[in-house]
């Protein structure tokens, strides 16, 4: 969610787990993977609320841990 400040992304829709929400602190790569950010869950709420982007808060399932998974570019 934090790229959402980067030119070119109001057009962005967020999607994000409901269950953040109950989460004390939240953390997110701020558009690299070589750092992280770290929020108080009402934080992230404000940020994505000044931003202005629409966002969905959904449940979003945890995957079995016996799951194959598809690999990439297939």
Do not use: C, K, Y
């Amino acid at each position: 969610p934090l790229a959402l400040v980067w030119p070119g992304a109001r057009d962005i829709t967020v999607v994000i787990d409901q269950d953040l929400r109950g989460l004390p602190l939240v953390s997110f790569h701020p558009g690299v993977n070589t750092a992280t950010v770290t929020l108080e869950s009402r934080d992230l709420e404000r940020f994505l609320e000044a931003m202005g982007n629409p966002v969905i808060w959904t449940s979003i399932p945890i995957q079995a841990e016996n799951a194959q998974s598809v690999p990439a570019g297939t």
